[in-house]
């Protein structure tokens, strides 16, 4: 998953991610660490993030 990236290139701390998504801060330090998650809370980050789902968990590296 692209969270942890996508959130710092937008300036974003886990407490305003916390804030746009109301995904809890336990669970985006979870996702970030363990680069996981189940698909309803992809969307809510995706969509307070501005991005596409496929932009958020799909990695080209």
């Known amino acids: 998953m ?3 990236k996508i959130r710092l290139e937008q300036g974003l701390s886990v407490p305003k991610l916390v804030e746009l998504s109301g995904v809890p801060r ?3 330090q ?3 660490k363990n ?3 189940n698909v309803s809370t992809a969307l809510k ?3 307070a993030l ?3 789902l496929d932009e958020l968990c799909i990695t080209n590296e």
Do not use: H, Q
Request: hydrophobic content about 35%.
């Open 30 to 32: 979870n996702i970030e």
């Open 26 to 28: 336990r669970t985006i």
């Open 50 to 52: 501005n991005v596409t």
């Open 35 to 37: 680069d996981d998650c």
């Open 2 to 4: 692209n969270l942890r």
């Open 45 to 47: 980050l995706a969509k």
